[in-house]
């Protein structure tokens, strides 16, 4: 399992609000595949996957202010796909 962080996203910025979350439980992305969209006092960013593989659990959600180091994505291995796809998700 992969943890990823919100980076640094530019001098003096340290925290955003997310516009748009494109990935869910169970989606497989490719490394700097688009996984959501951040808005910054200075621009409106896509923040790119660090890593390939199956997203397990996607921690913010449209809306949500956001610090850097907050935990946005936890990613497995691919394989895990279709386990993590035919999990129940809790609504919300």
């Known amino acids: 399992m992969k943890q990823f962080k919100l980076p640094d996203l530019g001098e003096g910025v340290h925290e ?8 869910k439980p169970g989606d497989v992305v490719r490394e700097d595949q688009p996984l959501m969209e951040v808005e910054t006092d200075k621009a409106a960013v ?9 997203v397990q659990q996607v921690h913010v959600s449209d809306g949500q202010m956001v610090h850097v ?24």
């Not at 955003?16 to 990935?23: A, C, E, N, S, T």
């Not at 180091?69 to 919300?92: I, K, Q």
């Open 16 to 23: 955003g609000q997310v516009i748009r979350v494109l990935v």
């Open 69 to 92: 180091g907050d935990e946005m994505v936890t990613f497995g291995d691919a394989r895990e796909a279709s386990v993590v796809s035919s999990s129940p998700v809790g609504g919300g």
């Open 46 to 54: 896509a923040i790119p996957s660090p890593y390939s593989g199956a």
